[in-house]
């Protein structure tokens, strides 16, 4: 006989998979997985043009780090189950509604949550990822051995990020200021590592000292650690939820004339500056846009400084990745609210997209300008401020412009289709290589690298006006819900 966890446990992977399919559609979602594998692979093959200049130890750090980073992105259960609580999702109910409805305790259904999420997003996005890096490592003359140890590695590093952000998310359901305190503590813990070098790496991300020692302690030390959070977690997330309540100024028409700018969108533009202040999105939003920014230094600094990698890394490098780290800020901007009431109003949604782009470039442009003056800075290259501030601000537009133009309103959900993901690869993966090529010319000096450099911001801003011009064409027949597009 089944046991009703295992029917629940089962019915939330259904349920993950039916949603994927909702918004991508089943031929999208199935190919996902072969995306990665195909990058990954290729990725990995590469390793063997620089085999010779970087160590074994430097390609495990970085992958295990962003790992660590992935699964602390996916782990963020605790503000999950309390959105799904408070809210419908739009057209969808989820099965976290059960506690409201059956005699089931909503930690049950987060520990079965947590766990559905690691085995899904495992076997949906690492094991390809894994076996793809296993092929091109398999090239370089490692043996199977090696690959089902960095199979190990690579999950539990997943599974202990996930549980680090359960834990966070679960105490920030009931703290914020307790929440702030330990993400400061965190970020002292890992100061100590890098610039401070008081500690290794390998001391706070347990499975590269197995890697160092082939101590397995490493390895069960690592299980244990994310089997406390995790229990702590649990432990820690407010059960009973409550819908939050307040009340806010009349401003709207204030909200307007400061939206002045943006002419006959400047009532769209308010709305949507209201939604962001009323759901608490903002610190949120620009967190997850300055946080990868910050990472993004922090490992190019450790491979330069700490580990003593000859790397040129420049202004200009970095400039080249803001338009990417915006993404995830635009995706926030089309997931604060069900769009559906907009069927019934005269929009279109051309316009609301565009309503967004406008209320997007004014979160990120000053952030952007701020960042490559901060950078340009602190490497002492003041000269390259100016041309990394055209890339970098161009570079925005343009990710922008791929991004609205290839998803519309549904960024958090159709970019993962493996149709649109091809799509968003290959139009924002070329001018990305050849700005960091640009970079590295620019930094030996010689006159290519800025004209590499200004055929590609030519480049980006002209397509940037095409796409931006066939918006209304492309969206105006489509309705505000959830369907595949």
């Given at each position: 006989?089944?046991?009703?966890?295992?029917?629940?446990?089962?019915?939330?992977?259904?349920?993950?998979?039916?949603?994927?399919?909702?918004?991508?559609?089943?031929?999208?979602?199935?190919?996902?997985?072969?995306?990665?594998?195909?990058?990954?692979?290729?990725?990995?093959?590469?390793?063997?043009?620089?085999?010779?200049?970087?160590?074994?130890?430097?390609?495990?750090?970085?992958?295990?780090?962003?790992?660590?980073?992935?699964?602390?992105f996916?782990?963020?259960?605790?503000?999950?189950?309390?959105?799904?609580?408070?809210?419908?999702?739009?057209?969808?109910?989820?099965?976290?509604?059960l506690?409201?409805?059956?005699?089931?305790s909503?930690?049950?259904?987060?520990?079965?949550?947590?766990?559905?999420?690691?085995?899904?997003?495992?076997?949906?996005?690492?094991?390809?990822?894994?076996?793809?890096?296993?092929?091109?490592?398999?090239?370089?003359?490692?043996?199977?051995?090696?690959?089902?140890?960095?199979?190990?590695?690579?999950?539990?590093t997943?599974?202990?990020?996930?549980s680090?952000?359960?834990?966070?998310?679960?105490?920030?359901?009931?703290?914020?200021?307790?929440?702030?305190?330990?993400?400061?503590?965190?970020?002292?813990?890992?100061?100590?590592?890098?610039?401070?070098?008081?500690?290794?790496?390998?001391?706070?991300?347990?499975?590269?000292?197995f890697?160092?020692?082939?101590?397995?302690?490493?390895?069960?030390?690592?299980?244990?650690?994310?089997?406390?959070?995790?229990t702590a977690?649990?432990?820690?997330?407010?059960?009973?939820?409550?819908?939050?309540?307040?009340?806010?100024?009349?401003?709207?028409?204030?909200?307007?004339?400061?939206?002045?700018?943006?002419?006959?969108?400047?009532?769209?533009?308010?709305?949507?500056?209201?939604?962001?202040?009323?759901?608490?999105?903002?610190?949120?939003?620009?967190?997850?846009f300055?946080?990868?920014?910050?990472?993004?230094?922090?490992?190019?600094?450790?491979?330069q400084?700490?580990?003593?990698?000859?790397?040129?890394?420049?202004?200009?490098?970095?400039?080249?990745?803001?338009?990417?780290?915006?993404?995830?800020?635009?995706?926030?901007?089309?997931?604060?609210?069900?769009?559906?009431?907009?069927?019934?109003?005269?929009?279109?949604?051309?316009?609301?997209?565009?309503a967004?782009?406008?209320?997007?470039?004014?979160?990120?442009?000053?952030?952007?300008?701020?960042?490559?003056?901060?950078?340009?800075?602190?490497?002492?290259?003041?000269?390259?401020?100016?041309?990394?501030?055209?890339?970098?601000?161009?570079?925005?537009?343009y990710?922008?412009?791929?991004?609205?133009?290839?998803?519309?309103?549904?960024?958090?959900t159709?970019?993962?289709g493996?149709?649109?993901?091809?799509?968003?690869?290959?139009?924002?993966?070329?001018?990305?290589?050849s700005?960091?090529?640009?970079?590295?010319?620019?930094?030996?000096?010689?006159?290519?690298?800025?004209?590499?450099?200004?055929?590609?911001?030519?480049?980006?801003?002209?397509?940037?006006?095409?796409?931006?011009?066939?918006?209304?064409?492309?969206?105006?027949t489509?309705?505000?819900?959830?369907?595949?597009?």
């Amino acid at each position: 006989m089944v046991s009703y966890d295992w029917l629940l446990f089962t019915m939330m992977l259904k349920e993950e998979w039916r949603l994927h399919k909702s918004f991508i559609g089943g031929i999208g979602s199935g190919l996902f997985p072969s995306m990665i594998f195909l990058f990954s692979a290729g990725a990995a093959f590469t390793t063997q043009i620089f085999k010779t200049n970087i160590s074994q130890s430097t390609p495990i750090l970085i992958l295990h780090s962003l790992l660590f980073f992935y699964g602390f992105f996916v782990g963020g259960l605790g503000q999950v189950g309390e959105e799904a609580m408070r809210r419908r999702l739009g057209q969808l109910n989820v099965l976290l509604q059960l506690p409201r409805l059956l005699p089931v305790s909503l930690r049950k259904m987060m520990a079965m949550f947590f766990i559905k999420d690691a085995v899904y997003y495992i076997l949906y996005t690492l094991a390809p990822m894994v076996v793809g890096l296993g092929l091109g490592m398999y090239n370089t003359g490692l043996g199977i051995s090696y690959l089902a140890i960095f199979g190990l590695t690579s999950t539990l590093t997943f599974i202990l990020g996930m549980s680090l952000s359960f834990l966070l998310s679960s105490i920030y359901s009931k703290s914020l200021k307790l929440t702030i305190v330990l993400g400061a503590i965190l970020v002292a813990i890992m100061a100590l590592v890098s610039p401070l070098n008081i500690l290794k790496a390998s001391q706070l991300l347990l499975p590269l000292g197995f890697w160092e020692t082939g101590n397995i302690l490493f390895l069960i030390g690592t299980i244990a650690a994310s089997a406390v959070l995790f229990t702590a977690a649990l432990y820690t997330f407010q059960e009973k939820v409550t819908t939050p309540s307040g009340i806010y100024p009349p401003n709207y028409l204030q909200n307007m004339k400061a939206f002045s700018f943006s002419g006959s969108l400047s009532k769209l533009v308010s709305k949507e500056w209201l939604e962001i202040r009323r759901s608490g999105a903002l610190v949120p939003m620009l967190f997850g846009f300055i946080g990868p920014l910050i990472v993004i230094y922090g490992m190019t600094w450790v491979l330069q400084n700490g580990l003593g990698i000859p790397l040129k890394f420049n202004t200009i490098f970095y400039g080249g990745f803001i338009g990417f780290m915006g993404v995830m800020t635009y995706s926030w901007l089309t997931n604060l609210e069900p769009n559906d009431f907009l069927n019934f109003q005269p929009v279109g949604i051309h316009d609301v997209i565009t309503a967004k782009l406008v209320l997007y470039f004014v979160l990120v442009l000053p952030i952007t300008v701020t960042y490559v003056l901060l950078i340009g800075i602190v490497t002492n290259e003041l000269n390259l401020i100016i041309p990394a501030l055209t890339f970098s601000l161009l570079n925005t537009l343009y990710v922008a412009s791929v991004t609205t133009y290839l998803t519309g309103l549904w960024t958090n959900t159709m970019l993962f289709g493996a149709k649109t993901l091809s799509q968003f690869t290959g139009l924002t993966l070329l001018p990305l290589i050849s700005g960091v090529l640009a970079s590295f010319w620019v930094y030996d000096g010689t006159m290519k690298g800025y004209y590499t450099l200004a055929i590609i911001c030519t480049g980006m801003l002209l397509l940037s006006i095409i796409m931006l011009r066939k918006l209304e064409k492309k969206w105006r027949t489509r309705i505000f819900s959830f369907t595949v597009q």
